[in-house]
């Protein structure tokens, strides 16, 4: 009998792209929530993870921490177990497309959409002294990002989903003048993955732009761990139950132990009943210990070594910078400018 070889069709992976701002370390939420679910990924689909350093400054950045915290970002994506071959890893500002792209797509972009952003109306109430067209703009830089790279799924939380909308519209308005430009991408929103609120206002995202007792940082030692969990607000009825809406401290807590140990909100809290906040405390400081521990170590020895640090971002910019490019000549040639 003959024998017949079906040759799988080559089906191109999926495309992932991700970005995330180098404006301060990570926090415990930043991990949880996404960079530990990128390492998830990376089997399965092309993932592009990108330190978005252009969109850092839309608010006021002293230079040299800039700088720091960029690469400390680059080593903590190596650190977390990101595998520079298998994630393409690379600064926004090292792949020149990012900036022009975002011009053209500011000419595809209207006021009304972009005064509609509710992230626009709290940063420039924020930073009320500095609303600067590149706050105004920042979804479009955003757009840009996902649509030069054709991505298909974009790993975002929440308070991106703005964002992300206007980047379908964006692309939607692109698409209709000129035919198929870029592939319409879709949020990712991970099924692991708790959402880690402050520790000192238990109803708001943890945040690293808040003071520093409220967020846990990736790279915050122990005694910081120790000590902030035990100032982590509860309540004052001690019990130990999960409650988002009536107990946000205490279930923040929990759901923060569940993401570490991967136990259910609910087998813990019911193991934990009768127990008091001082345990569920001791035990969630352990759980963060033991989860940052293993980081910093390899972190350490990431930032040791710049020449490796160096040779993984030029690999991600030439890599990241060929893809980009392909999606703005296309761009470019169909609204009409002279090919180069
Ligand atoms: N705006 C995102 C944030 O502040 C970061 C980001 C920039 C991003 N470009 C992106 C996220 C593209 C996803 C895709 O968190």
Redesign the pocket.
């Given at each position: 009998m003959e024998q017949t070889l079906t040759q799988a069709a080559p089906v191109r992976r999926q495309r992932i792209?991700?970005?995330?701002?180098p404006s301060g370390t990570p926090t415990l939420g930043n991990y949880i929530g996404a960079m530990r679910n990128w390492k998830l990924l990376e089997d399965e689909y092309d993932c592009l993870y990108?330190i978005?350093d252009l969109?850092t400054i839309t608010v006021r950045q002293e230079p040299a921490k800039l700088r720091q915290q960029s690469i400390q970002l680059l080593a903590l994506l190596l650190a977390i177990g990101l595998d520079p071959d298998k994630n393409v890893l690379f600064f926004?500002s090292h792949v020149t497309q990012h900036a022009q792209m975002s011009w053209l797509l500011n000419c595809f972009t209207y006021m009304g959409e972009m005064s509609r952003m509710t992230q626009f109306k709290d940063k420039s109430a924020k930073h009320a002294d500095n609303v600067n067209c590149g706050l105004f703009t920042?979804p479009v830089?955003?757009a840009g990002?996902?649509l030069l790279y054709q991505a298909n799924l974009?790993?975002?939380?929440v308070?991106?989903t703005q964002?992300l909308e206007i980047c379908r519209d964006i692309a939607a308005r692109v698409n209709g003048l000129y035919g198929n430009v870029f592939t319409m991408p879709e949020g990712y929103y991970s099924k692991v993955g708790a959402r880690v609120m402050s520790l000192q206002e238990p109803t708001r995202k943890m945040s690293k732009s808040d003071p520093d007792d409220c967020f846990i940082s990736i790279l915050d030692g122990p005694d910081a761990v120790r000590r902030k969990v035990r100032r982590a607000v509860t309540d004052s009825d001690g019990e130990i139950r999960f409650d988002p809406e009536n107990k946000p401290g205490v279930s923040n807590l929990l759901s923060i132990l569940s993401a570490l140990t991967g136990e259910k909100v609910d087998a813990l809290a019911e193991s934990m009943a009768g127990k008091g906040y001082g345990e569920l405390k001791s035990a969630v400081t352990d759980a963060v210990i033991g989860t940052l521990e293993p980081i910093q170590a390899s972190f350490t020895q990431y930032m040791g070594d710049k020449a490796y640090l160096e040779s993984v971002y030029r690999s991600g910019a030439e890599r990241a910078s060929r893809i980009a490019e392909r999606t703005l000549s296309k761009l470019m040639k169909k609204i009409g400018f002279v090919g180069r």
């Amino acid at each position: 009998m003959e024998q017949t070889l079906t040759q799988a069709a080559p089906v191109r992976r999926q495309r992932i792209l991700s970005g995330i701002q180098p404006s301060g370390t990570p926090t415990l939420g930043n991990y949880i929530g996404a960079m530990r679910n990128w390492k998830l990924l990376e089997d399965e689909y092309d993932c592009l993870y990108m330190i978005a350093d252009l969109h850092t400054i839309t608010v006021r950045q002293e230079p040299a921490k800039l700088r720091q915290q960029s690469i400390q970002l680059l080593a903590l994506l190596l650190a977390i177990g990101l595998d520079p071959d298998k994630n393409v890893l690379f600064f926004q500002s090292h792949v020149t497309q990012h900036a022009q792209m975002s011009w053209l797509l500011n000419c595809f972009t209207y006021m009304g959409e972009m005064s509609r952003m509710t992230q626009f109306k709290d940063k420039s109430a924020k930073h009320a002294d500095n609303v600067n067209c590149g706050l105004f703009t920042y979804p479009v830089l955003m757009a840009g990002d996902i649509l030069l790279y054709q991505a298909n799924l974009v790993p975002v939380g929440v308070d991106q989903t703005q964002h992300l909308e206007i980047c379908r519209d964006i692309a939607a308005r692109v698409n209709g003048l000129y035919g198929n430009v870029f592939t319409m991408p879709e949020g990712y929103y991970s099924k692991v993955g708790a959402r880690v609120m402050s520790l000192q206002e238990p109803t708001r995202k943890m945040s690293k732009s808040d003071p520093d007792d409220c967020f846990i940082s990736i790279l915050d030692g122990p005694d910081a761990v120790r000590r902030k969990v035990r100032r982590a607000v509860t309540d004052s009825d001690g019990e130990i139950r999960f409650d988002p809406e009536n107990k946000p401290g205490v279930s923040n807590l929990l759901s923060i132990l569940s993401a570490l140990t991967g136990e259910k909100v609910d087998a813990l809290a019911e193991s934990m009943a009768g127990k008091g906040y001082g345990e569920l405390k001791s035990a969630v400081t352990d759980a963060v210990i033991g989860t940052l521990e293993p980081i910093q170590a390899s972190f350490t020895q990431y930032m040791g070594d710049k020449a490796y640090l160096e040779s993984v971002y030029r690999s991600g910019a030439e890599r990241a910078s060929r893809i980009a490019e392909r999606t703005l000549s296309k761009l470019m040639k169909k609204i009409g400018f002279v090919g180069r």
